[in-house]
């Protein structure tokens, strides 16, 4: 990702509580060098963009990316590749 795409990073991750698989997306941007906003979701009470960005399964982590998301953590691991 170069400079213009990597802006508007967003990661949605659940609030309390440790996910695996939200601790690999973080890794992953870390390891990379990319810059995002940290979004804490509550998993009890959805809100309108966690429900938007994943209608289907509802389920964290999510990233966002210039407006299109990103859900399930391997599949945004090969999105970040």
């Known amino acids: 990702m170069d400079g213009d795409q990597e802006q ?3 990661l949605l991750v659940p609030r309390s509580g440790v996910s695996i698989y939200a601790i690999r997306v973080q890794m992953a941007l870390g390891i990379k060098g990319l ?3 940290y979004l804490p979701e ?3 009470c ?3 963009l966690l ?3 994943n209608p289907v ?3 964290l982590p999510v ?3 210039g407006g299109r998301p990103v859900c399930e ?3 945004i691991m090969e999105y970040l590749d």
Do not use: V
């Open 51 to 53: 429900l938007t960005s």
């Open 42 to 44: 509550d998993p009890a």
């Open 35 to 37: 810059a995002y906003d």
């Open 57 to 59: 399964h509802k389920t």
């Open 8 to 10: 508007g990073l967003k």
């Open 73 to 75: 953590s391997l599949i």
């Open 46 to 48: 959805k809100s309108d």
């Open 63 to 65: 990233l966002i990316h």
